[in-house]
C-alpha cells in the first residue's frame, strides 16, 4: 500500500474518534473526577477508543515501512480534516486566520514529504 494511503486510513481513523469524543463529551460534558466513569463508559467515547486503538496498529504498520521524515509531516492533514468536521458536524465557525494557518499546514506537508 502506498505511504499516502495508509496516512490517510490513520488520520480519518484519528478524526473519526475524535468526532465520537466530541459527540459523546457534548451529550455527557466531563464537569468532575466523579462523573469520569459514566463518561468513559458512553457508547460514543468507547467506539472512539475503538478507532483510536485501530488507527495505533495502522500507524505501527506505517511506522515499520515508511520513512518517519516522510509519514509524520503528512499527519498534520488530520487538523485540516477535524477542523473542517467541526464546521460541518457541530456548526463550528472558522476564521480566515484559521483557513490561512490550515492552507500553510497543508503546504508545508506537502514539501516536507517530498
Given at each position: ?17 475524535q ?24 457508547p ?44 460541518l ?10 483557513v ?8 508545508g ?6
Amino acid at each position: 500500500m502506498k505511504p499516502m494511503l495508509v496516512v490517510l486510513l490513520n488520520v480519518l481513523l484519528l478524526v473519526g474518534g475524535q468526532l465520537l469524543w466530541k459527540l459523546s463529551l457534548s451529550r455527557f460534558p466531563l464537569k468532575s473526577a466523579q462523573s469520569l466513569p459514566t463518561v468513559i463508559l458512553q457508547p460514543y467515547m468507547l467506539l472512539g477508543c475503538l478507532l483510536y486503538g485501530v488507527a495505533t496498529i495502522v500507524w505501527f504498520y506505517a511506522l515499520s515501512r515508511y520513512d518517519l521524515s516522510r509519514i509524520y509531516p503528512m499527519q498534520s492533514i488530520a487538523y485540516v480534516i477535524g477542523a473542517f468536521c467541526g464546521v460541518l458536524l457541530f456548526k463550528e465557525t472558522i476564521s480566515g486566520q484559521q483557513v490561512l494557518g490550515m492552507a500553510l499546514l497543508t503546504g508545508g506537508a506537502y514539501f516536507l514529504t517530498k
